[in-house]
């Protein structure tokens, strides 16, 4: 069964620096979404992208976030200077369309130092 | 404002025995609701789905989910449970008229004794 991938599967950065979560949804699928799960917490939405633009984003993705489809296959989450708070597991999920369910990659956990 | 509350942070079933697991929403349309799995370290992973007919809705790993519109509810159940299924379980509901935006809670950690 094809699958949401993501990489790298565990990321450690010191503040103020930027890091990129990879990510390559599931070939067919149309909408791309970041999630994000503090350490505890439930889990929560970053940003849904659909035809190479963001189609909603929550108050979480401020101007430190950025996504990008840079060719047909990735999608990536940008922090530009992270901060200590910003340490959590990240989601990557894709959808055939609208109404359709999320399909979940394994995460990727960021600690930020 | 659509949201999910999952009443119980942290349930204990002895193996073989039966499971519910109570999820709650409130949105204003027909939802679109589903339940995830997580084990630990690991992603989440669809169980089951309900979109629209028969409320009472199967998924994989022998759960099963209805939907109570009365109710508002969409519990999970199992009737015998596993020692693999110990993991994180998360309720969503889908909000279609937000770019297809999940809404989690806050999910119900599953710890299945001998």
């Known amino acids: 069964e094809p699958e949401v991938t993501q990489t790298p599967s565990h990321q450690v950065t010191q503040m103020g620096q930027e890091v990129i979560l990879r990510c390559v949804p599931i070939s067919n699928h149309l909408y791309f979404y970041w999630y994000r799960q503090i350490l505890g917490q439930k889990v929560e939405f970053l940003v849904s992208f659909y035809n190479n633009e963001i189609s909603e984003k929550s108050e979480i993705f401020d101007d430190q976030f950025s996504v990008e489809r840079p060719d047909g296959s990735n999608f990536t989450l940008k922090i530009r200077s992270t901060k200590l708070e910003d340490s959590a597991m990240y989601f990557c999920?894709?959808?055939?369309?609208?109404?359709?369910?999320?399909?979940f990659g394994n995460g990727t956990r960021l600690t930020v130092t | 404002a659509q949201s999910v509350t999952q009443p119980d942070i942290h349930i204990t079933v002895s193996e073989g025995a039966s499971l519910e697991l109570r999820c709650n929403y409130s949105?204003?349309?027909?939802?679109?609701l589903f339940w995830y799995v997580q084990s630990p370290g690991q992603g989440l992973q669809l169980l089951l789905k309900y979109f629209s007919g028969d409320t009472l809705v199967q998924g994989i790993k022998g759960f099963e989910a209805e939907f109570k519109r009365s109710q508002s509810s969409f519990n999970l159940r199992k009737p015998s449970v596993h020692w693999s299924d110990a993991a994180e379980y998360f309720c969503a509901v889908g909000a279609t008229d937000t770019g297809n935006q999940f809404y989690f809670g806050t999910g119900t950690s599953l710890t299945v004794i001998p």
């Open positions: 999920a894709s959808s055939l369309g609208v109404n359709s369910p999320l399909h």
């Open positions: 949105y204003g349309a027909t939802p679109y």
